[in-house]
């Protein structure tokens, strides 16, 4: 073996062309590797300090700097660049990362900026040659005069996803290809930040796919609805096991209210109502399911033997469900109201009297709430309070039912009262039940928006899509996150994490909120650390 292939201990070469050859090999690859930071400081300042002003005065930016990071503030840029020909000003606008949130403090009416969204400022300053006073002398900053607003700054981006592939030269028998993001529809348009807002816009939001059509069609972007639709439907698909976790979530609890409400699906026989049913936890969690009749069918799949409490209204349907060792009727006082409201108009003089009766118990829930009570408390005050006023109401009702004609609207919602009158009675037993089941019917509330602009399916997939899709929009608003955030990071996640009940949105918000949100802050901190002054 030659000299020159003699090698140290530490591995290098001991003969002089050799050690040179390396050293020539190190130092290209550090003056690569500093051309490569050097690029990455120039893009940090580009973002973090954009200039606007005279021409002359703004810092050359090269054509090779990727000026498609601070795209999302070309309208404020536009704003400052007219400012600044209308009245000769110049300045700069800066990124800035969001504060650390902080407790909130109840002080004031007015509502204060959101800690956690990035700051943006605009500073607008004269040239030199306009900072000379009357007198001859150079005037002096001494403050600024400060303005603070929200803006909304919205932007649709082409995003090229580039894999690289490797070969082998030697065999020519393998590729290889770098992993890419986890996609939630493989090959499909739409990416997986679009694909979260549109479920936003779509369930959230109520806006149907014609007019989302006409909105993107107007920014330049042909999205046709059946792409939107076929999406959703995708969508629909990844997420249906955060449904399925929902329902079991939901089943856990003792209390569970719910409702139901019609739909228009669209079959080949022609339109069909059909139902949707929300099933709701006292916690927030909403469980939407699509049945295509209004029986007794679907509660019983969905609750099966379960023993807790089920407040709802006075449909048949639920009382299969009822009994010894099956769960617990709970009626709800806001329909027993609503039948005497009804007889108004043909009796108002008994209609005002069960009215005011009802009122005194709903006096006594408002009594509660304004004290904060507990369960145990407010189970003690109801009893005190409302045992003795539903004794009374329930004299009433037998007195009047002997003075009314049973097919008279007042003599239906007596005969209401009385049917569902040990049910009406529950509530007193447990503070943690509700006096009504307006939950579940807020819960129905999105139905009934959407119904106006665009609740109907075109088949019967869309109704298990639209279920899917509502229920983690309206419990992640329940459980006090973006819904589009949340959405966003679902959608990757649930191809890796093994636990899919950690992804519902209240786990979510405890496990990876501060995850996802401690990333993007973490981003807008390395944008800003450019060397702002140069």
């Known amino acids: 073996m030659g000299v020159q292939n003699r090698q140290t201990k530490s591995g290098y070469p001991r003969d002089v062309e050799s050690l040179i050859a390396l050293l020539e090999e190190r130092d290209a690859t550090i003056e690569k590797q500093s051309l490569c930071i050097s690029h990455l400081e120039q893009n940090l300042k580009v973002v973090s300090r954009i200039a606007f002003g005279k021409k002359s005065e703004k810092r050359p930016v090269s054509d090779d700097q990727p000026n498609q990071l601070h795209l999302f503030l070309h309208d404020l840029v536009a704003d400052a660049e007219r400012a600044s020909a209308a009245h000769g000003s110049e300045g700069h606008i800066e990124l ?21 969204a990035p700051r943006i400022e605009t500073v607008y300053e004269l040239p030199e040659d306009k900072r000379i006073c009357a007198c001859g002398e150079c005037m002096h900053a001494i403050g600024f005069e400060s303005k603070t607003q929200l803006e909304r700054l919205e932007v649709t981006v082409v995003h090229k996803i580039k894999r690289q592939k490797y070969a082998c030269r030697s065999c020519e028998e393998k ?31 109520h806006m149907p796919y014609h007019r989302l059509e006409h909105k993107y069609d107007r920014e330049g972007l042909k999205i046709s609805r059946s792409v939107m639709e076929r999406s959703m439907a995708k969508c629909g698909e990844v997420l249906a096991p955060l449904h399925e976790a929902l329902k079991e979530e939901i089943l856990q609890h003792e209390i569970v209210f719910t409702d139901d409400t019609p739909v228009r699906t669209v079959q080949k ?3 069909k109502d059909g139902r949707l049913w929300v099933y709701l936890s006292k916690e927030g969690h909403h469980y939407y399911d699509f049945t295509t009749s209004r029986s007794g069918d679907g509660p019983k799949a969905i609750f099966g033997d379960y023993d807790g409490y089920i407040q709802a209204d006075a449909f048949a349907g639920y009382d299969q469900l009822y009994g010894e060792d099956k769960a617990t009727e709970v009626a709800c006082w806001a329909h027993a109201r609503r039948k005497f409201e009804m007889a108004e108009a043909s009796d108002p003089a008994l209609s005002k009297e069960a009215l005011d009766l009802i009122r005194e118990l709903y006096l006594i829930e408002t009594l509660a709430r304004d004290h904060e009570l507990e369960a145990e408390d407010l189970s003690a005050l109801r009893k005190n309070r409302a045992g003795p006023l539903l004794e009374k109401i329930k004299t009433w009702l037998a007195l009047q039912a002997a003075r009314s004609l049973p097919s008279s609207p007042m003599g239906k919602a007596i005969t209401y009262a009385q049917n569902q009158w040990d049910a009406l009675n529950v509530y007193v037993e447990d503070g943690r039940l509700e006096i009504d089941n307006n939950a579940a019917e807020r819960g129905m509330r999105p139905i009934a928006l959407g119904r106006k602009n665009w609740l109907f399916f075109q088949s019967l997939g869309g109704g298990k899509t639209a279920s899917v899709l509502l229920s983690l929009v309206q419990t992640a608003e329940a459980a006090g996150v973006n819904a589009k955030d949340y ?23 405890k496990h990876f909120e501060g995850e996802v949100t401690g990333r993007r802050n973490e981003i807008l901190n390395l944008l800003t650390q450019g060397r702002q002054g140069e």
């Open 96 to 116: 800035k990362a969001p504060a650390k949130k902080k407790p909130a403090k109840k002080k004031g009416r007015r509502k204060k900026f959101p800690e956690d």
């Open 269 to 271: 026989k022609g339109p």
């Open 487 to 509: 959405l966003r990071d679902v959608l990757v996640r649930i191809a890796t994490e093994k636990d899919v009940k950690k992804m519902l949105p209240h786990a979510w918000k």
């Open 175 to 205: 590729v290889i290809t770098t992993p890419g993001p986890i996609q939630p529809i493989k090959k499909g348009l739409l990416g997986t930040g679009f694909l979260a807002q549109l479920i936003i816009e779509h369930f959230q939001n």
